[in-house]
Every structure is written in structure tokens, then in C-alpha cells.
């Protein structure tokens, strides 16, 4: 499947602004901002296997397309939604339990890059993957 594989962040746009708009404080982003975020894709027809390794953590996460699941944040942020597949893009639909606001995030591969795209309150930012 397209997004299978191991893709390792190679750079950012927009993304400082993007988690201000999060309402992340500073020392946090400055963190982020050199995270080493590693993600590890597995898909096996609609079921995804996600492992996400980063100077902060490692967490894995199962999830089937269509189906609602519970996420937390780097920073602790609570969010539940769900991924669907339009076309080769898929695209995340997630509510913040503290505040009923949505993140849209979207994961596309162009080429050798893994392109994950995120829009809350207007602000949009992306985090471009090389296959690592």
C-alpha cells in the first residue's frame, strides 16, 4: 500500500504558527520543533498500523477507516475522530475534548515524501517525511 513504510521528518512549514494556534506555550514548540518524529505506516486493507517514535515518545496506534478512536497529543491534548481514504489522500476528522475544536490533518505521498498537512482555526502547517 502507498503509505507503508518508515518515514522520518525532514522539515516543517508553518508548523510554530500552527501549534501557537494549538495554544502549545513556547518551551513546548521549541521541543517539537526537533522532535525526530519517526512514523512507521502499516496498512492491511482498511486497518492501519501507526508507530509513532519522537525524542518524547513512542506510542503505537491501530485504527480502521471510518472508525472514531481516541488520540492524545505530544503535549497531552485529547482528540477523537477518525481517518477516512479519499483517493490516495487520507484524511483525519478530529474534535479537542476540551474545547469541542477541530483538527483537520491530512497524509498524502508525492513522490519519496510523505506530506502531513493540518488546519485548526484557519492556521495551516505542514511536516514533510523522506522514507527513512
Not at 10 to 21: C, I, L, P, T, V
Not at 47 to 68: A, P, W
Amino acid at each position: 500500500m502507498t503509505f507503508n513504510g518508515t518515514w522520518k521528518i525532514d522539515r516543517s512549514d508553518n508548523y510554530e504558527k500552527f501549534m501557537e494556534q494549538m495554544g502549545i506555550n513556547m518551551v513546548k514548540r521549541k521541543l517539537a520543533a526537533h522532535d525526530n518524529l519517526k512514523i512507521t505506516i502499516e496498512q492491511t486493507g482498511d486497518k492501519f498500523h501507526v508507530k509513532e517514535s519522537s525524542n518524547f515518545r513512542t506510542l503505537e496506534i491501530d485504527f480502521t477507516l471510518g472508525v472514531t478512536f481516541d488520540y492524545s497529543l505530544a503535549d497531552g491534548t485529547e482528540l477523537s475522530g477518525s481517518w477516512t481514504l479519499e483517493g490516495d489522500m487520507l484524511k483525519g476528522l478530529f474534535t479537542r475534548k476540551d474545547n469541542g475544536k477541530q483538527l483537520t490533518t491530512t497524509r498524502a505521498v508525492q513522490g519519496d515524501e510523505l506530506i502531513q498537512s493540518y488546519n485548526y482555526e484557519g492556521v495551516d502547517a505542514k511536516r514533510i517525511f523522506k522514507r527513512g
